[in-house]
């Protein structure tokens, strides 16, 4: 996830004395991130696992489970 800081001075264009404030803490996360970046087989096994959750829940890409076979209904005796 990629965290930008917007002040009020630079959505207006006037960066005044503190123009490399945004810069350097833009580059000082993106520093972080790359260092911290996991490996790609990591990331692909842990969205295998969440498919395979969601499979078995029976949950699409809404988030509502699937239409399941009709309930008999109960009788009242």
Sequence with gaps: MLVV??????ASNQQG??????TRALHA????RNQNA???DVLAAQ???RAHVR????????GRPLPGPAQ???SQH
Excluded: F, I, Q
């Excluded at 800081?5 to 630079?10: A, E, F, K, M, Q």
């Excluded at 996360?29 to 972080?32: E, N």
């Excluded at 499979?55 to 809404?62: A, D, H």
């Design 47 to 49: 969205r295998r696992e």
């Design 17 to 22: 004395r503190r123009g490399g404030t945004t």
């Design 29 to 32: 996360y993106l520093r972080w």
């Design 72 to 74: 008999p209904a109960r």
């Design 38 to 40: 996991r490996h790609p």
């Design 55 to 62: 499979s078995e829940r029976g949950l699409r890409w809404g």
């Design 5 to 10: 800081l917007v002040g009020s001075d630079v």
